[in-house]
Antibody, heavy 124, light 107 residues
Framework: EVQLVQSGAEVKKPGESLRISCKAS????????ISWVRQMPGKGLEWMGR????????NYSPSFRGHVSISVDKSFTTAYLQWSSLEASDTAIYFC?????????????????WGQGTLVTVSS | DIQMTQSPSSLSASVGDRVTISCRAS??????LNWYQEKPGKAPKILIY???SLQSGVPSRFSGSGSGTDFTLTINSLQPEDFATYYC?????????FGQGTKLEIK
């Protein structure tokens, strides 16, 4: 079974650093990009960026570039989302998702499956 | 960035109804448009990919259509488990963007 299992909820203070994880299993990890998506309380879905696990190449949404960092550890088939200095506005649920596709150039692609989400609360 | 506009933002319907949700892109996507369903406390789930392809395991009452800039998600004969929030998403160009969501509520 293809699964993405995310790390547990976090409570942090403004200015602190954080790394959350997304462990993939049931497929060849390096064959598909991983995306990260934010959902602020009571709001919609926002695409943050993606990473190619085969070479760690990343793309970021301009809204998130410079504030978060996406990485992978192939040996652990795990993707990460990291902040060096959290802000209260980072309070949200964060989802990882595999960018699945059927064509050799992986276009079009779609997010499937999704991790269960990680709630990050940033409060003083 | 490609802007995605869904309509309506919310919708009330009854079990057995047929509903349609629209999604308009600010530029052509060819068919790089996906639809997701999200229920409270759960991760989103893919329903339709590449505008009109039904994801395996998704009931056939769900269908997608459209190309270019205008797309539609149709749900025939609404079931109680269909009351949820629906999102469209383009994967034509980076950054991938979502519509603002359509909340489908029971009338």
């Amino acid at each position: 079974e293809v699964q993405l299992v995310q790390s547990g909820a976090e409570v942090k203070k403004p200015g602190e650093s954080l790394r959350i994880s997304c462990k993939a299993s049931g497929y060849t990890f390096t064959n598909y990009w991983i995306s990260w998506v934010r959902q602020m309380p009571g709001k919609g879905l926002e695409w943050m960026g993606r990473i190619d696990p085969s070479d760690s190449y990343t793309n970021y949404s301009p809204s998130f570039r410079g504030h978060v960092s996406i990485s992978v550890d192939k040996s652990f088939t795990t993707a990460y989302l990291q902040w060096s200095s959290l802000e209260a506005s980072d309070t949200a649920i964060y989802f990882c998702a595999r960018q699945f596709c059927l064509s050799p150039n992986c276009r079009p692609s779609w997010s499937d499956p999704w991790g269960q989400g990680t709630l990050v609360t940033v409060s003083s | 960035d490609i802007q995605m506009t869904q309509s309506p933002s919310s919708l009330s319907a009854s079990v057995g109804d047929r509903v349609t949700i629209s999604c308009r892109a600010s530029q052509s996507l060819t068919n790089f448009l996906n639809w997701y369903q999200e229920k409270p406390g759960k991760a989103p789930k893919i329903l339709i990919y590449a505008a009109s392809s039904l994801q395996s395991g998704v009931p056939s009452r769900f269908s997608g259509s459209g190309s270019g800039t205008d797309f539609t998600l149709t749900i025939n004969s609404l079931q109680p488990e269909d009351f949820a929030t629906y999102y469209c998403q383009q994967t034509y160009s980076i950054p991938y963007t979502f519509g603002q969501g359509t909340k489908l509520e029971i009338k």
